[in-house]
C-alpha cells in the first residue's frame, strides 16, 4: 500500500461503517479505510449478488451482503455510494434499521436532487451529512477501486440547515483521514459549480465521441488509428459508468441546462471569430485558457507530465 496514505490509526473513528454500493467509490473507500483503521468493522452492501462474492474474494469488508437494512444495522456512519437516482429509493428501505444517532452520508456529485430525495425518509436521530468526493476514474465495480483514490482530491460537504456540527465534524474527519481536502458549501452552489467543472464536460465528451462514431465518411478504424491526445481524452471520459451519468444529468437539470446555454453563447462567438478570421480573439481565448491549466497543475489537481495513454499509478 502507498506510504504516502501514512499509518493506521490507533484508535478507529468509527465502530461500524456501512457502504451501499461497491463500485469504484465504495470499494476505495472500503480499502483506505481498512488501510488506516478508520472503522473497527466494514460492512458492504450491494445489491448485486456477484458483486456481493467478490467482495468476499477480495476480503476488503469484514462482512459482505446484498441486505440492505441488515446491513446498515448497527451502524454509526452509513455512505450510499449508489447513483444519485437511487438514493431515496435506498433511503426508504433503510431507514427504520439505522440506528439512533447515526450518520448517513453519500457519494453523488448531485446534491440538491440527493437531499431532497433522502431527507423526507430519515428519522429524527439520523444525522444526514452528503458528501462528494471530486474523484474518480472510468472504472467500476469491486475491482476498481484503490486506497489512494482521494489523495489531495476534494471532498465537498454540503449539510442542510439544522445539521448539527459534531456530525458535520465527524465527516470531515473521516475524509480528511483518506487524504482528501475537505470543503464545505451550500447543496444549491455545489451544483452549479459541479455543473461547469464536471457534468458538462462528460456531457460534451459524450457528445464528440457519439459524433465521432456517427461519421458516415470516417470508418470506425480510421477514428482509433488517428486518435490524437485530445479524443484520446475524450474516449476515456466517454467511458465513464452509463448508469451514473445518467442519473445526474437528469437530477442536476437546472444547472447543466444553464451552463449549456453560456456555452452555446461562447461557441456562437467563437465560430465567428473563426469564419471572419479574427485570430487575436482566438489567441486571447487559448492563452486564458492555458493558464486555467497551469493554475490547476500549481494547486496540485494535476502533474504537468503528459500523459500520452500511460497508465497512472493505481489506475
Not at 454500493?21 to 445489491?47: E, F, K, M
Not at 489512494?148 to 456540527?165: G, H, K, S, V, Y
Not at 470543503?183 to 444549491?188: K, L, S, Y
Request: aromatic share 6%.
Amino acid at each position: 500500500m502507498p506510504e504516502r496514505l501514512g499509518p493506521p490509526r490507533e484508535t478507529p473513528l468509527f465502530d461500524r461503517v456501512a457502504l451501499i454500493g461497491i463500485g469504484l467509490i465504495g470499494s476505495s473507500i472500503a480499502r483506505a479505510v481498512r488501510h488506516l483503521n478508520l472503522a473497527r468493522t466494514i460492512v458492504a452492501v450491494d445489491r448485486d449478488e456477484n458483486v456481493v462474492a467478490r467482495v468476499r474474494e477480495l476480503g476488503f469488508a469484514d462482512d459482505a451482503t446484498s441486505d440492505a437494512a441488515a446491513g446498515v444495522t448497527g451502524a454509526d456512519l452509513v455512505i450510499l455510494c449508489v447513483p444519485v437516482g437511487a438514493c431515496g429509493a435506498v433511503a426508504a428501505v433503510i431507514a427504520k434499521s439505522l440506528k439512533p444517532g447515526a450518520i448517513l452520508s453519500d457519494v453523488g456529485s448531485v446534491k440538491g436532487s440527493v437531499i431532497a430525495q433522502v431527507q423526507p425518509h430519515l428519522p429524527e436521530d439520523v444525522s444526514f451529512v452528503p458528501a462528494h468526493p471530486v474523484a474518480g476514474t472510468e472504472h467500476s465495480g469491486p475491482d476498481a477501486g484503490f486506497a489512494t483514490l482521494f489523495f489531495n482530491r476534494w471532498c465537498i460537504l454540503t449539510p442542510p440547515e439544522n445539521t448539527p456540527d459534531g456530525a458535520v465534524e465527524r465527516v470531515r474527519e473521516f475524509w480528511s483521514a483518506m487524504g482528501s481536502n475537505v470543503e464545505v458549501m451550500t447543496a444549491q452552489h455545489h451544483d452549479l459549480v459541479l455543473a461547469i467543472t464536471s457534468h458538462v464536460p462528460h456531457l460534451i465528451a459524450y457528445n464528440i465521441v457519439g459524433t465521432a462514431a456517427d461519421l458516415e465518411t470516417v470508418t470506425q478504424s480510421e477514428v482509433i488509428k488517428f486518435s490524437a491526445g485530445g479524443f484520446r481524452d475524450f474516449t476515456r471520459i466517454a467511458a465513464s459508468d452509463p448508469t451514473m451519468w445518467r442519473d445526474v444529468f437528469l437530477h442536476n437539470k437546472e444547472a447543466v441546462l444553464e451552463m449549456l446555454g453560456r456555452l452555446n453563447e461562447d461557441i456562437a462567438l467563437l465560430a465567428r471569430a473563426i469564419r471572419w478570421g479574427e485570430g487575436d480573439k482566438l489567441f486571447d481565448l487559448f492563452t486564458r485558457t492555458r493558464a486555467i491549466r497551469r493554475g490547476i497543475i500549481s494547486v496540485g489537481q494535476e502533474t504537468p507530465e503528459p500523459d500520452f495513454g500511460r497508465r497512472r499509478d493505481g489506475q
